[in-house]
C-alpha cells in the first residue's frame, strides 16, 4: 500500500513461474466500470447493491477494508452499499471455509511454484457451499484444471511455462478474484551473519532463496568467528 507494495494484476509476481505484464485483468477505469455497474443494476432493476465486505478484526485490516470501500463509494455513490464485518481470526478462517460470506479479504496464494496453489483453484477443491472448501470462491474452470493438471505431471519446464500463463490469462479474463496487491517479504539479519540468500542444493544449484511466507532454510547460514549473537 502506500506505492510500497505493487499493484497486482493476479496470483503471479514480476519473477516468478507464469507471470505476465498483462494477463488481461481489467484496467483501472472508472468510467467503464461505471457503465458496467449500470448495466448490471438495470439487470436486477434496482438502483444499488449491499453486500458484507468481511475482514479480521486487526485494526490494519479493518482500516484497509474501509478504503477499499471509500474508493468504490467515490466511484459508485449510493450504488455501492458495503459494511465492513470485522470477525475474529479463528471464526474467520471456518466461514471462508464454508462460503459463508459475501465477500472477503484475504491474504493467500504464497508459495515458489504454481503447483503449490492447487488446492486454491482445482474444482475438486470446490465443495457446496455448507461443506469445508479450500476452493473458497467455489468456482470450476476447466480451462485451470487442465492447466493445473500440466504443471503438477509435465517436467518440461516450457511446458509449465506456458500452463502458469494460461491460468493467468484466465483469472485476468474471469476475475474470479479482484487482486490488491504483491506481498513484499524480507529476512533482516546482522552484518556478521552470512549466507541468507544463498540456499545452494546438494548438486551446487541454487535453491529458491527467500520464498514461502519469506521463510528458507538455514543450514547455509555461518557467522563471523562462529558467533551468531
Known amino acids: 500500500m502506500a506505492g510500497v507494495a505493487p499493484a497486482a494484476n493476479g496470483p503471479f509476481p514480476p519473477g516468478s513461474l507464469g507471470y505476465l505484464e498483462d494477463n488481461g485483468y481489467p484496467a483501472y477505469d472508472v468510467a467503464?466500470?461505471?457503465?458496467?455497474?449500470?448495466?448490471?443494476?438495470?439487470a436486477l432493476k434496482t438502483d444499488h447493491i449491499e453486500f458484507s465486505f468481511n475482514t479480521t478484526n486487526d485494526p490494519f485490516n479493518v482500516e484497509s477494508n474501509q478504503l477499499v470501500i471509500a474508493?468504490?463509494?467515490?466511484a459508485f455513490g449510493d450504488k455501492v452499499q458495503a459494511k465492513i464485518t470485522p470477525i475474529?481470526?479463528?471464526?474467520?478462517?471456518?466461514?471462508?471455509?464454508?462460503?459463508?460470506?459475501?465477500?472477503?479479504g484475504w491474504r493467500s496464494h504464497f508459495g515458489s511454484d504454481p503447483d503449490e496453489q492447487r488446492t486454491w483453484w482445482y474444482s475438486g477443491a470446490a465443495t457446496p457451499i455448507g461443506q469445508l472448501a479450500l476452493n473458497f470462491g467455489r468456482f470450476k474452470d476447466p480451462v485451470i484444471d487442465k492447466a493445473l493438471d500440466a504443471i503438477s505431471s509435465d517436467p518440461d519446464p516450457a511446458v509449465r511455462k506456458e500452463a502458469a500463463e494460461t491460468i493467468?490469462?484466465?483469472?485476468?479474463?474471469?476475475?474470479?478474484?479482484?487482486?490488491?496487491?504483491?506481498?513484499?517479504?524480507?529476512?533482516?539479519?546482522?552484518?556478521?551473519?552470512h549466507g541468507v540468500q544463498a540456499n545452494k542444493l546438494p548438486d551446487g544449484g541454487d535453491g529458491i532463496g527467500l520464498a514461502f511466507l519469506a521463510v528458507h532454510n538455514f543450514n547455509q547460514l555461518w557467522c563471523d568467528d562462529g558467533k551468531c549473537e
Open 32 to 42: 467503464a466500470a461505471q457503465g458496467e455497474m449500470d448495466k448490471c443494476l438495470a
Open 71 to 74: 474508493m468504490w463509494q467515490a
Open 88 to 104: 475474529e481470526q479463528g471464526q474467520y478462517i471456518g466461514l471462508a471455509l464454508n462460503g459463508t460470506f459475501e465477500a472477503f
Open 168 to 193: 493467468n490469462k484466465q483469472f485476468g479474463a474471469q476475475v474470479y478474484n479482484m487482486w490488491l496487491t504483491w506481498v513484499l517479504w524480507g529476512i533482516i539479519s546482522q552484518p556478521y551473519v
